[in-house]
């Protein structure tokens, strides 16, 4: 069965510079969702989509944007990185139908590292 | 402050054994819960859902909820040594964010 894409798997930044993760979902989910975890955590919510629309927000920086754009997938868009931004990024999809979201399938992930 | 508990281990079994997580969270009003598994540097896998009190089985994993007790917890029989690794517990209420416990290090011994 398809999964969630993400590109690229890894990433190394210096600091200031800017990043685009993306993130192609399962086929048919129209919610992306997107996680961040350093080393030792949980995944913490940045921000999620549904239909191309804004419909979550978690603890994501001002310094990070996101979209989702009419083909579903999604990008994320990192800049002013800092040390502290090193860390696995996830994308998760999942479907909605009538109202209720089910359940989320991650990504790969998209590791990246600020020097 | 929504919060999701669970015991950070590790949790040792001997390979045959029935390994049980637990996790509590804070929200009465959460409505759904998932067990994801996840091995060192890769990505959340789902293993269960549960949506209604009482146990779900899958194969060699149950779930089980109370939501009066605010409580939910896994069991994995006949563990492998592949079923090491750190197991999520989350939590989604009312709307699509899930928050997710600190995760519980399994180690299963041959």
């Known amino acids: 069965a398809a999964g969630v894409i993400q590109s690229p798997r890894h990433l190394i930044k210096e600091k200031r510079e800017t990043a685009t993760l993306k993130c192609y979902p399962i086929?048919?989910?129209?919610?992306v969702y997107w996680y961040q975890q350093g080393p030792g955590q949980d995944p913490q919510f940045l921000i999620s989509f549904y239909e191309k629309m804004q419909s979550d927000k978690g603890s994501i920086p001002d310094r990070f944007s996101a979209q989702q754009f009419s083909d579903y997938h999604s990008e994320l868009n990192m800049s002013s990185l800092e040390l502290g931004d090193s860390a696995l990024y996830f994308c998760?999809?999942?479907?909605?139908?009538?109202?209720?979201?089910?359940?989320?399938?991650f990504g790969p992930g998209t590791r990246l590292t600020v020097t | 402050q929504k919060e999701v508990e669970q015991n950070s281990g590790p949790l040792s079994v001997p390979e045959g054994a029935i390994a049980s997580l637990n996790c509590t969270y804070s929200d009465r009003g959460s409505q759904s819960f998932f067990w994801y598994r996840q091995y060192s540097g890769k990505s959340p896998e789902l293993i269960m859902s549960?949506?209604?009190?009482g146990d779900k089985e899958d194969g060699r994993f149950t779930a089980q909820l109370n939501k009066a007790s605010q409580y939910v917890s896994l069991l994995i029989r006949d563990s492998q040594p592949s079923d090491s690794a750190t197991y999520l517990c989350?939590?989604?209420?009312?709307?699509?964010?899930?928050?997710f416990g600190k995760g519980t290090m399994l180690l299963v011994s041959p």
């Open positions: 086929p048919r989910h129209d919610t």
């Open positions: 549960i949506y209604s009190n």
């Open positions: 989350a939590v989604r209420s009312g709307y699509s964010t899930l928050t």
């Open positions: 998760a999809s999942s479907l909605r139908l009538a109202g209720e979201y089910y359940e989320q399938y």
